[in-house]
């Protein structure tokens, strides 16, 4: 069945009155069953998961997969399954859309504890308590969720602005609910296929499961001798390594070093191969450079000139050079500046996104002063009392739980409301959220007022990333409920769930995954950038925090020479994209990322991207069998791939942390 929209003209011409009433009585579904106790649970439940499987590969990579799609078409295939065999009745569309929209709220709230969180935690040595995270996630979540409602009505019922990736979601439903169901099941098949498969292969590398499996259940280690469990090595190279050794085989250096202590090893990671369908040719490619240039002919340089060297630990110990002493030493900050300065250029290079803030709005009411609406939609009451006052309490936790000066806390409001527009714009054009550069907008601006404070800077500047993240992802699950006659208080009830879901999944399991207990029962933040986990997200926050504190001074005069070099060329690549309207094939943020993500990462994902790219060249004509696999089925696949691959990661920790 055919979506009814308004015409371009429509829209131009109607006020919101006449939109508002077209809507109501040609969408609205009136009491179709929305937001039920099922699909609460479900979206709860779903958004757990899927929130848990982002925080995984965001650790890892700093990418957080986007989980509407995901979330629909799983919804969709499990309460079909369920109704064919007579379990219980099949998902309503509205319930369907709600479930999407609980749980792809619960995915947005791993942002901070990748990013700014965790930089606060590695710059200033503390270990945030779970409790002050959660209540500090749950208030500035909570706040972008009412700050989105007034602007619901403008974008949304008056300007009807696209929001490309809520609008696929609401495309997606009326398809699957009228008429191509079966391309839905594909799709689902195909996600648990790739699941189990990636689950099967990361529990054969799993130390905790192998040793479950081989010394708890099959006792192999006393009627085999076994001193360690057999499991797939984490780098694929290992075995010729260990050859190389025994053998004395050729080991491969770069100007003298060892290819391992610069980070070019191989690894079976399939969650890497899914993010690298999900992120393209053009982005992976990007990355790869960034990598290789980093990695195999400026660290060599550097070492040989002495500005990267081995050095002594605080407590004595020796600290080889590795892939981490390789970033943190002098890497990170070309690699930083080419992804703040290109993030910037992109954002300044759509002026459109600031146009919508002078943009006029329309009449609200209709003939009489009457709102059509006002049975259904949030009361804008609500969101006047909810902001200030979840404002104060946003600047309360952030005082007394990180330090940040009560004048910061308030003075960043403002900034922060404005960004959160600009942000839910960008959404509504390009389904692009400008988080990190509109963050770094924050920082940079705090330190203007205080630079010897890596609170003032770093929480705030994660306050403007989740508030607008929260506000611009509702608006973009209210798309596909406004097309499909969605009542919005229930979806707005709805996307508080999915924050609590996040929360409540996401910040156990941070401390499970990342500060890991030692024997003695203590935690250090010195585990939260592993050899598992790069944490560049936190990294490159905590870079930026650095080089506010310390100024360019503390630096190496190669390193401020890199960064000169590095703004100069992210500059021109993202002048030159824009100029040639997407088409120039670099990224300089990706670039940038490629630098302080592991080489082993980078290449496992170029080479998902390069499987996809080759597989869509293949099978270009739609509804072909490869076609309907390779093209339509990439994000299923890819998000088969993450969430086997995570969750069964998940479980390997728990069993090391619970059971050895």
Not at 464 to 485: F, H, Q, R
Not at 545 to 552: D, F, R, V
Not at 609 to 636: D, I, K, L, N, S
């Amino acid at each position: 069945m055919a979506l009814l929209q308004l015409t371009p003209e429509e829209i131009r011409r109607w006020t919101r009155a006449q939109k508002d009433r077209w809507w109501l009585e040609n969408v609205y579904r009136g009491d179709m069953p929305q937001l039920t106790l099922r699909s609460a649970a479900t979206g709860f439940l779903l958004g757990g998961v899927l929130a848990a499987t982002n925080l995984y590969i965001g650790g890892k990579t700093g990418v957080s997969p986007g989980v509407g799609l995901t979330s629909v078409i799983l919804a969709f295939a499990l309460y079909r399954a369920m109704a064919r065999s007579g379990l219980a009745r099949d998902f309503t569309i509205l319930e369907n859309n709600c479930t999407q929209s609980i749980a792809t709220a619960a995915g947005y709230m791993t942002g901070p504890l990748i990013s700014s969180l965790a930089a606060y935690m590695m710059v200033t040595g503390r270990i945030v308590p779970w409790w002050h995270m959660l209540s500090w996630m749950t208030v500035i979540a909570a706040l972008g969720v009412f700050i989105a409602f007034p602007m619901k009505r403008r974008f949304i019922n008056e300007e009807q602005l696209p929001f490309p990736e809520g609008r696929a979601s609401g495309v997606v439903l009326d398809a699957l609910y009228h008429g191509e169901a079966e391309q839905g099941m594909l799709k689902a098949r195909l996600l648990g296929w790739t699941a189990a498969a990636a689950a099967f292969v990361n529990f054969l590398m799993g130390d905790g499961w192998m040793r479950l499996v081989q010394f708890t259940l099959l006792r192999m280690d006393a009627w085999l001798g076994m001193r360690q469990p057999w499991s797939i090595p984490e780098r694929l190279d290992t075995y010729y390594y260990n050859l190389a050794a025994r053998f004395h085989l050729w080991v491969p250096s770069i100007l003298g070093t060892d290819v391992r202590q610069l980070g070019l090893r191989l690894t079976p990671d399939l969650s890497m191969v899914g993010i690298g369908g999900l992120m393209g040719m053009r982005v992976a490619t990007s990355c790869l450079l960034g990598t290789l240039l980093n990695f195999a002919v400026l660290a060599p340089l550097m070492i040989r000139h002495g500005d990267i060297a081995a050095r002594v630990a605080a407590d004595g110990s020796a600290v080889p050079i590795s892939r981490a002493e390789i970033v943190n030493q002098w890497s990170l900050w070309w690699g930083v500046t080419a992804m703040v300065v290109g993030s910037l250029v992109g954002l300044l290079g759509k002026p459109e996104l600031f146009r919508g803030l002078l943009r006029r709005r329309g009449p609200a009411s209709g003939p009489g002063g009457t709102d059509v609406l006002r049975h259904i939609e949030l009361p804008l009451w609500v969101s006047a009392v909810a902001v200030p006052c979840l404002a104060a309490a946003g600047a309360t936790v952030s005082h007394v739980f990180f330090g940040v000066p009560w004048f910061l806390a308030c003075v960043s409001f403002p900034l922060i409301f404005v960004l959160a527009i600009i942000c839910t714009n960008s959404m509504a054009l390009t389904s692009w959220m400008p988080t990190g550069p509109l963050a770094k907008i924050t920082q940079f601006t705090m330190a203007a007022f205080d630079r010897t404070n890596p609170a003032s800077n770093l929480i705030p500047g994660g306050m403007t990333a989740e508030i607008s993240s929260n506000a611009a992802s509702l608006l973009s699950d209210i798309k596909p409920g406004y097309m499909l006659g969605a009542k919005p208080r229930q979806q707005a009830a709805g996307h508080v769930i999915g924050i609590l879901s996040g929360a409540c999944a996401c910040v156990p399991l941070f401390y499970l995954l990342f500060l890991p207990p030692a024997k003695d029962g203590s935690r250090s933040v010195a585990t939260l950038v592993s050899d598992e986990f790069a944490m560049p997200a936190a990294v490159q926050w905590r870079g930026v925090a650095s080089l506010i504190a310390n100024g360019l001074h503390s630096l190496p005069a190669s390193a401020i020479a890199s960064m000169a070099v590095a703004a100069a060329l992210a500059a021109a690549f993202e002048a030159a994209r824009i100029a040639t309207k997407g088409r120039f094939p670099l990224s300089a943020v990706s670039i940038g990322l490629g630098v302080v993500l592991p080489p082993e990462y980078v290449f496992t994902m170029w080479l998902g991207a390069a499987v996809f790219w080759w597989q869509g060249r293949r099978h270009p004509v739609p509804g072909t069998r490869g076609h309907a696999v390779w093209v339509e089925g990439c994000e299923p696949i890819s998000a088969g791939l993450i969430s086997g691959w995570a969750l069964t990661g998940i479980a390997n920790s728990v069993i090391n942390v619970v059971l050895y």
